[in-house]
């Protein structure tokens, strides 16, 4: 992820730059578009409320296209750009994970991706192994529209957080 910076010098961004910073946030871009053409913001803390105000209007459209850039839980991010660095920090946890736990996620991965036709989405900083596992075998119950509501809520807040560690 791009090096902290405060909200003057995010603010000041030319906007092609300002683009590239939250599309690392969340890769939904009408929702990128929308923060960059808010500012100047002034205040970390509104910039943080027109995100997150933004976000809960995002559809399974922007769902969809969020998702196809994002890793399986317990797979290695690939690629040398920002978001992946981001998804690597992210799941930093798995790395403690033991065999039974990572087997199991990559099972229900499977199963998720079969039954909602998409990759399973978790916020997964400040998870353990054993957290995400239990939450994936949880919204494996799920019905389609309440699951494609929980993971918008988690694209939503993993792209607080990737705001929240980005401005300073």
């Known amino acids: 992820m791009a090096a902290e910076m405060s909200i003057d010098a995010f603010d000041a961004l030319p906007a092609d730059a300002a683009a590239s910073t939250v599309g690392v946030w969340a890769a939904v871009p009408v929702w990128v578009d929308a923060v960059v053409a808010g500012r100047p913001y002034g205040t970390r803390d509104a910039l943080i409320a027109r995100a997150d105000a933004l976000a809960r209007t995002w559809t399974r459209t922007e769902l969809d296209t969020a998702l196809a850039h994002h890793p399986r839980i317990g797979e290695k991010p690939r690629g040398a750009g920002a978001e992946a660095a981001a998804s690597r920090r992210e799941q930093a946890s798995m790395s403690s994970a033991g065999a039974a736990t990572t087997a199991a996620i990559a099972d229900g991965n499977a199963a998720y991706e079969e039954r909602f036709g998409r990759v399973f989405l978790i916020r997964a900083a400040g998870r353990t192994p054993e957290q995400m596992r239990a939450e994936l075998d949880r919204r494996l119950g799920n019905d389609d529209e309440t699951e494609a509501a929980e993971a918008l809520d988690q694209l ?13």
């Open 156 to 168: 939503r807040e993993i792209a607080l957080l990737r705001l929240e560690t980005t401005i300073a």
